[in-house]
């Protein structure tokens, strides 16, 4: 973790613009996020994937992830982008095909791209930030929420990154929204924010004089 990023600076590294092109000749995009899975974080155990909605790459015959380069320093390279190419149907399908989610691994890919010496930057998300049920009960009914991704598109395409929103809970996430599993957040979102992790999300203070 670098501790001289802010927390909201270092979530814009966890998430991917998705480029895809379609069977049909269309074209389309939408946002990845980058979270480690693990079967066992002491001894770090974990395989990153990519998680995007299923409806984004379905029906892609090809899609472009967008990455920062990392410099040899560790640091990341924001003026430098590195994309990859993936050709075919690799993803993996959430079991409940009502499930609106595909996963891909990417150990193969940031392989491939350190044996070229292009490797990218990125800070992975984690399953722990994954609220339990203890900790989604002491929630309020309305909180702040902070969503990261792409919507139509839109990038600051100089520096490489996502364009974060705000929002909040319009249901209280312990209730399941019209029974089922999922809560409604009042949030500006379009075409092209599929995909995008949302947070809770408080940083700093505001005073006034």
């Known amino acids: 973790m670098n501790t001289e ?23 389309g995009s939408g946002t990845g996020f980058i979270i480690n899975l693990c079967n066992n974080e002491e001894e770090q155990k974990c395989v990153p994937v990519i998680i995007t909605n299923n ?3 379905e029906n892609a015959k090809s899609t472009l992830f967008s990455f920062c380069r990392k410099n040899e320093d560790g640091s990341p390279n924001d003026q430098e982008v590195i994309n990859f190419q993936l050709i075919g149907e690799h993803w993996i399908n959430h079991p ?4 609106d989610l595909r996963c891909f691994p990417i150990g193969r890919i940031l392989n491939d791209l350190d044996k070229r010496k292009q490797p990218i930057f990125y800070i ?5 930030i994954i609220p339990n ?6 929630l309020g009914a309305l909180e702040e929420l902070v969503m990261v991704g792409y919507p139509i598109g839109l990038s600051d395409e100089y520096n490489h990154k ?6 909040t809970t319009a249901t209280h996430l312990k209730n399941n929204y019209q029974g089922k599993q999922e809560f409604l957040m009042d949030m500006a979102c379009f075409p092209g924010s599929s995909g995008s992790p949302v947070f809770i ?3 700093g ?3 006034t004089g």
Do not use: F, W
């Open 96 to 99: 409940d095909s009502s499930v």
């Open 133 to 138: 049920k203890q900790q989604i009960s002491s």
């Open 124 to 128: 992975p998300l984690n399953t722990s």
């Open 55 to 57: 409806h984004v790459v």
């Open 205 to 207: 203070t505001y005073t």
């Open 201 to 203: 999300y408080n940083e």
């Open 162 to 167: 996502p364009v974060l929103r705000k929002g």
């Open 5 to 27: 990023m802010s927390l909201s600076e270092m979530i814009t590294y966890s998430t991917v613009k998705i480029s895809c092109e379609y069977a049909d000749g269309s074209k």
